[in-house]
């Protein structure tokens, strides 16, 4: 299969625009790592504001710590993730998370982060609600792995800039998150930071431009993109 600009030259390209028309975007926003991996747990299917005050509720009844999550009565972990939707399926999931790195790790966010990336990566996709994306969300931003993260925007973005060159599977059918994840590593060889940065700006760019309706005159990767080129002439 071949990609037109799909060298390490034109996801660098991606990558270098992106950064300068955005700057470093800091992700992710979580104060500690446990933090980071609840967020991740919390923003599935939901917008990143109810996340937020789901984590605020959180860290205002002190239940942003694996043993206080545990020990907490469920009705009052289950009204603090409210806001993020699905709150008693997404407080069994961070209580599930919470047991197993108490169980395994004796709590310590800091002694699972040893463990190598391939092997957690299995530990977490093993757990209730962690899928694919929301492992390596954890993996990325949590435990500092060079994992690039995909999702529907990612999918988005790249079917569009490359347009009748993309031939990999569409998102939510079956590999397609592997495969559009390994065809990307191996062609935009990176390490934990740069993997951060790269999902981060893609995620910038769909909510900022790439949208439903691209708003291709103002997008950085205009003069790439295939779908820009098009939409521009
Ligand atoms: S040029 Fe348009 S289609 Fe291409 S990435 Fe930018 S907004 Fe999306």
């Given amino acids: 299969m071949s990609l037109r600009g799909s060298s390490t030259g034109s996801l660098l390209t991606i990558y270098t625009a992106l ?123 949590a435990f500092n792995r060079p994992v690039l993260v995909m999702d529907a925007y990612t999918h988005r973005v790249l079917e569009r800039y490359y347009g009748t060159s993309w031939h990999l599977p569409g998102p939510g059918t079956k590999g397609s998150y592997a495969a559009v994840q390994g065809h990307l590593m191996e062609r935009l060889r990176g390490d934990a930071l740069m993997y951060n940065r790269f999902h981060a700006l893609i995620v910038l760019l769909a909510k900022d431009l790439c949208r439903k309706r691209p708003l291709c005159s103002d997008c950085p990767l205009r003069r790439f993109c295939d779908t820009g080129v098009e939409q521009t002439i």
Wanted: net charge negative; glycine share 8%; aromatic share 10%.
């Fill in 19 to 141: 950064y300068e028309h955005f700057g470093d975007p800091h992700w992710w926003p979580g104060e500690t790592p446990f933090e980071v991996c609840v967020g991740a747990i919390l923003t599935q299917n939901t917008a990143w504001s109810n996340v937020e005050m789901a984590i605020s509720n959180m860290k205002g009844k002190g239940l942003l710590d694996p043993f206080a999550l545990l020990s907490a009565p469920l009705d009052e972990l289950v009204t603090a993730v409210l806001p993020a939707g699905y709150h008693n399926r997404k407080a069994a999931y961070l209580r599930s998370f919470s047991s197993y790195m108490v169980e395994r790790y004796g709590g310590l966010i800091t002694s699972m982060g040893q463990v190598p990336a391939t092997r957690l990566r299995d530990e977490l996709l093993k757990m209730k609600g962690v899928g694919e994306e929301t492992a390596d969300s954890m993996l990325c931003y």
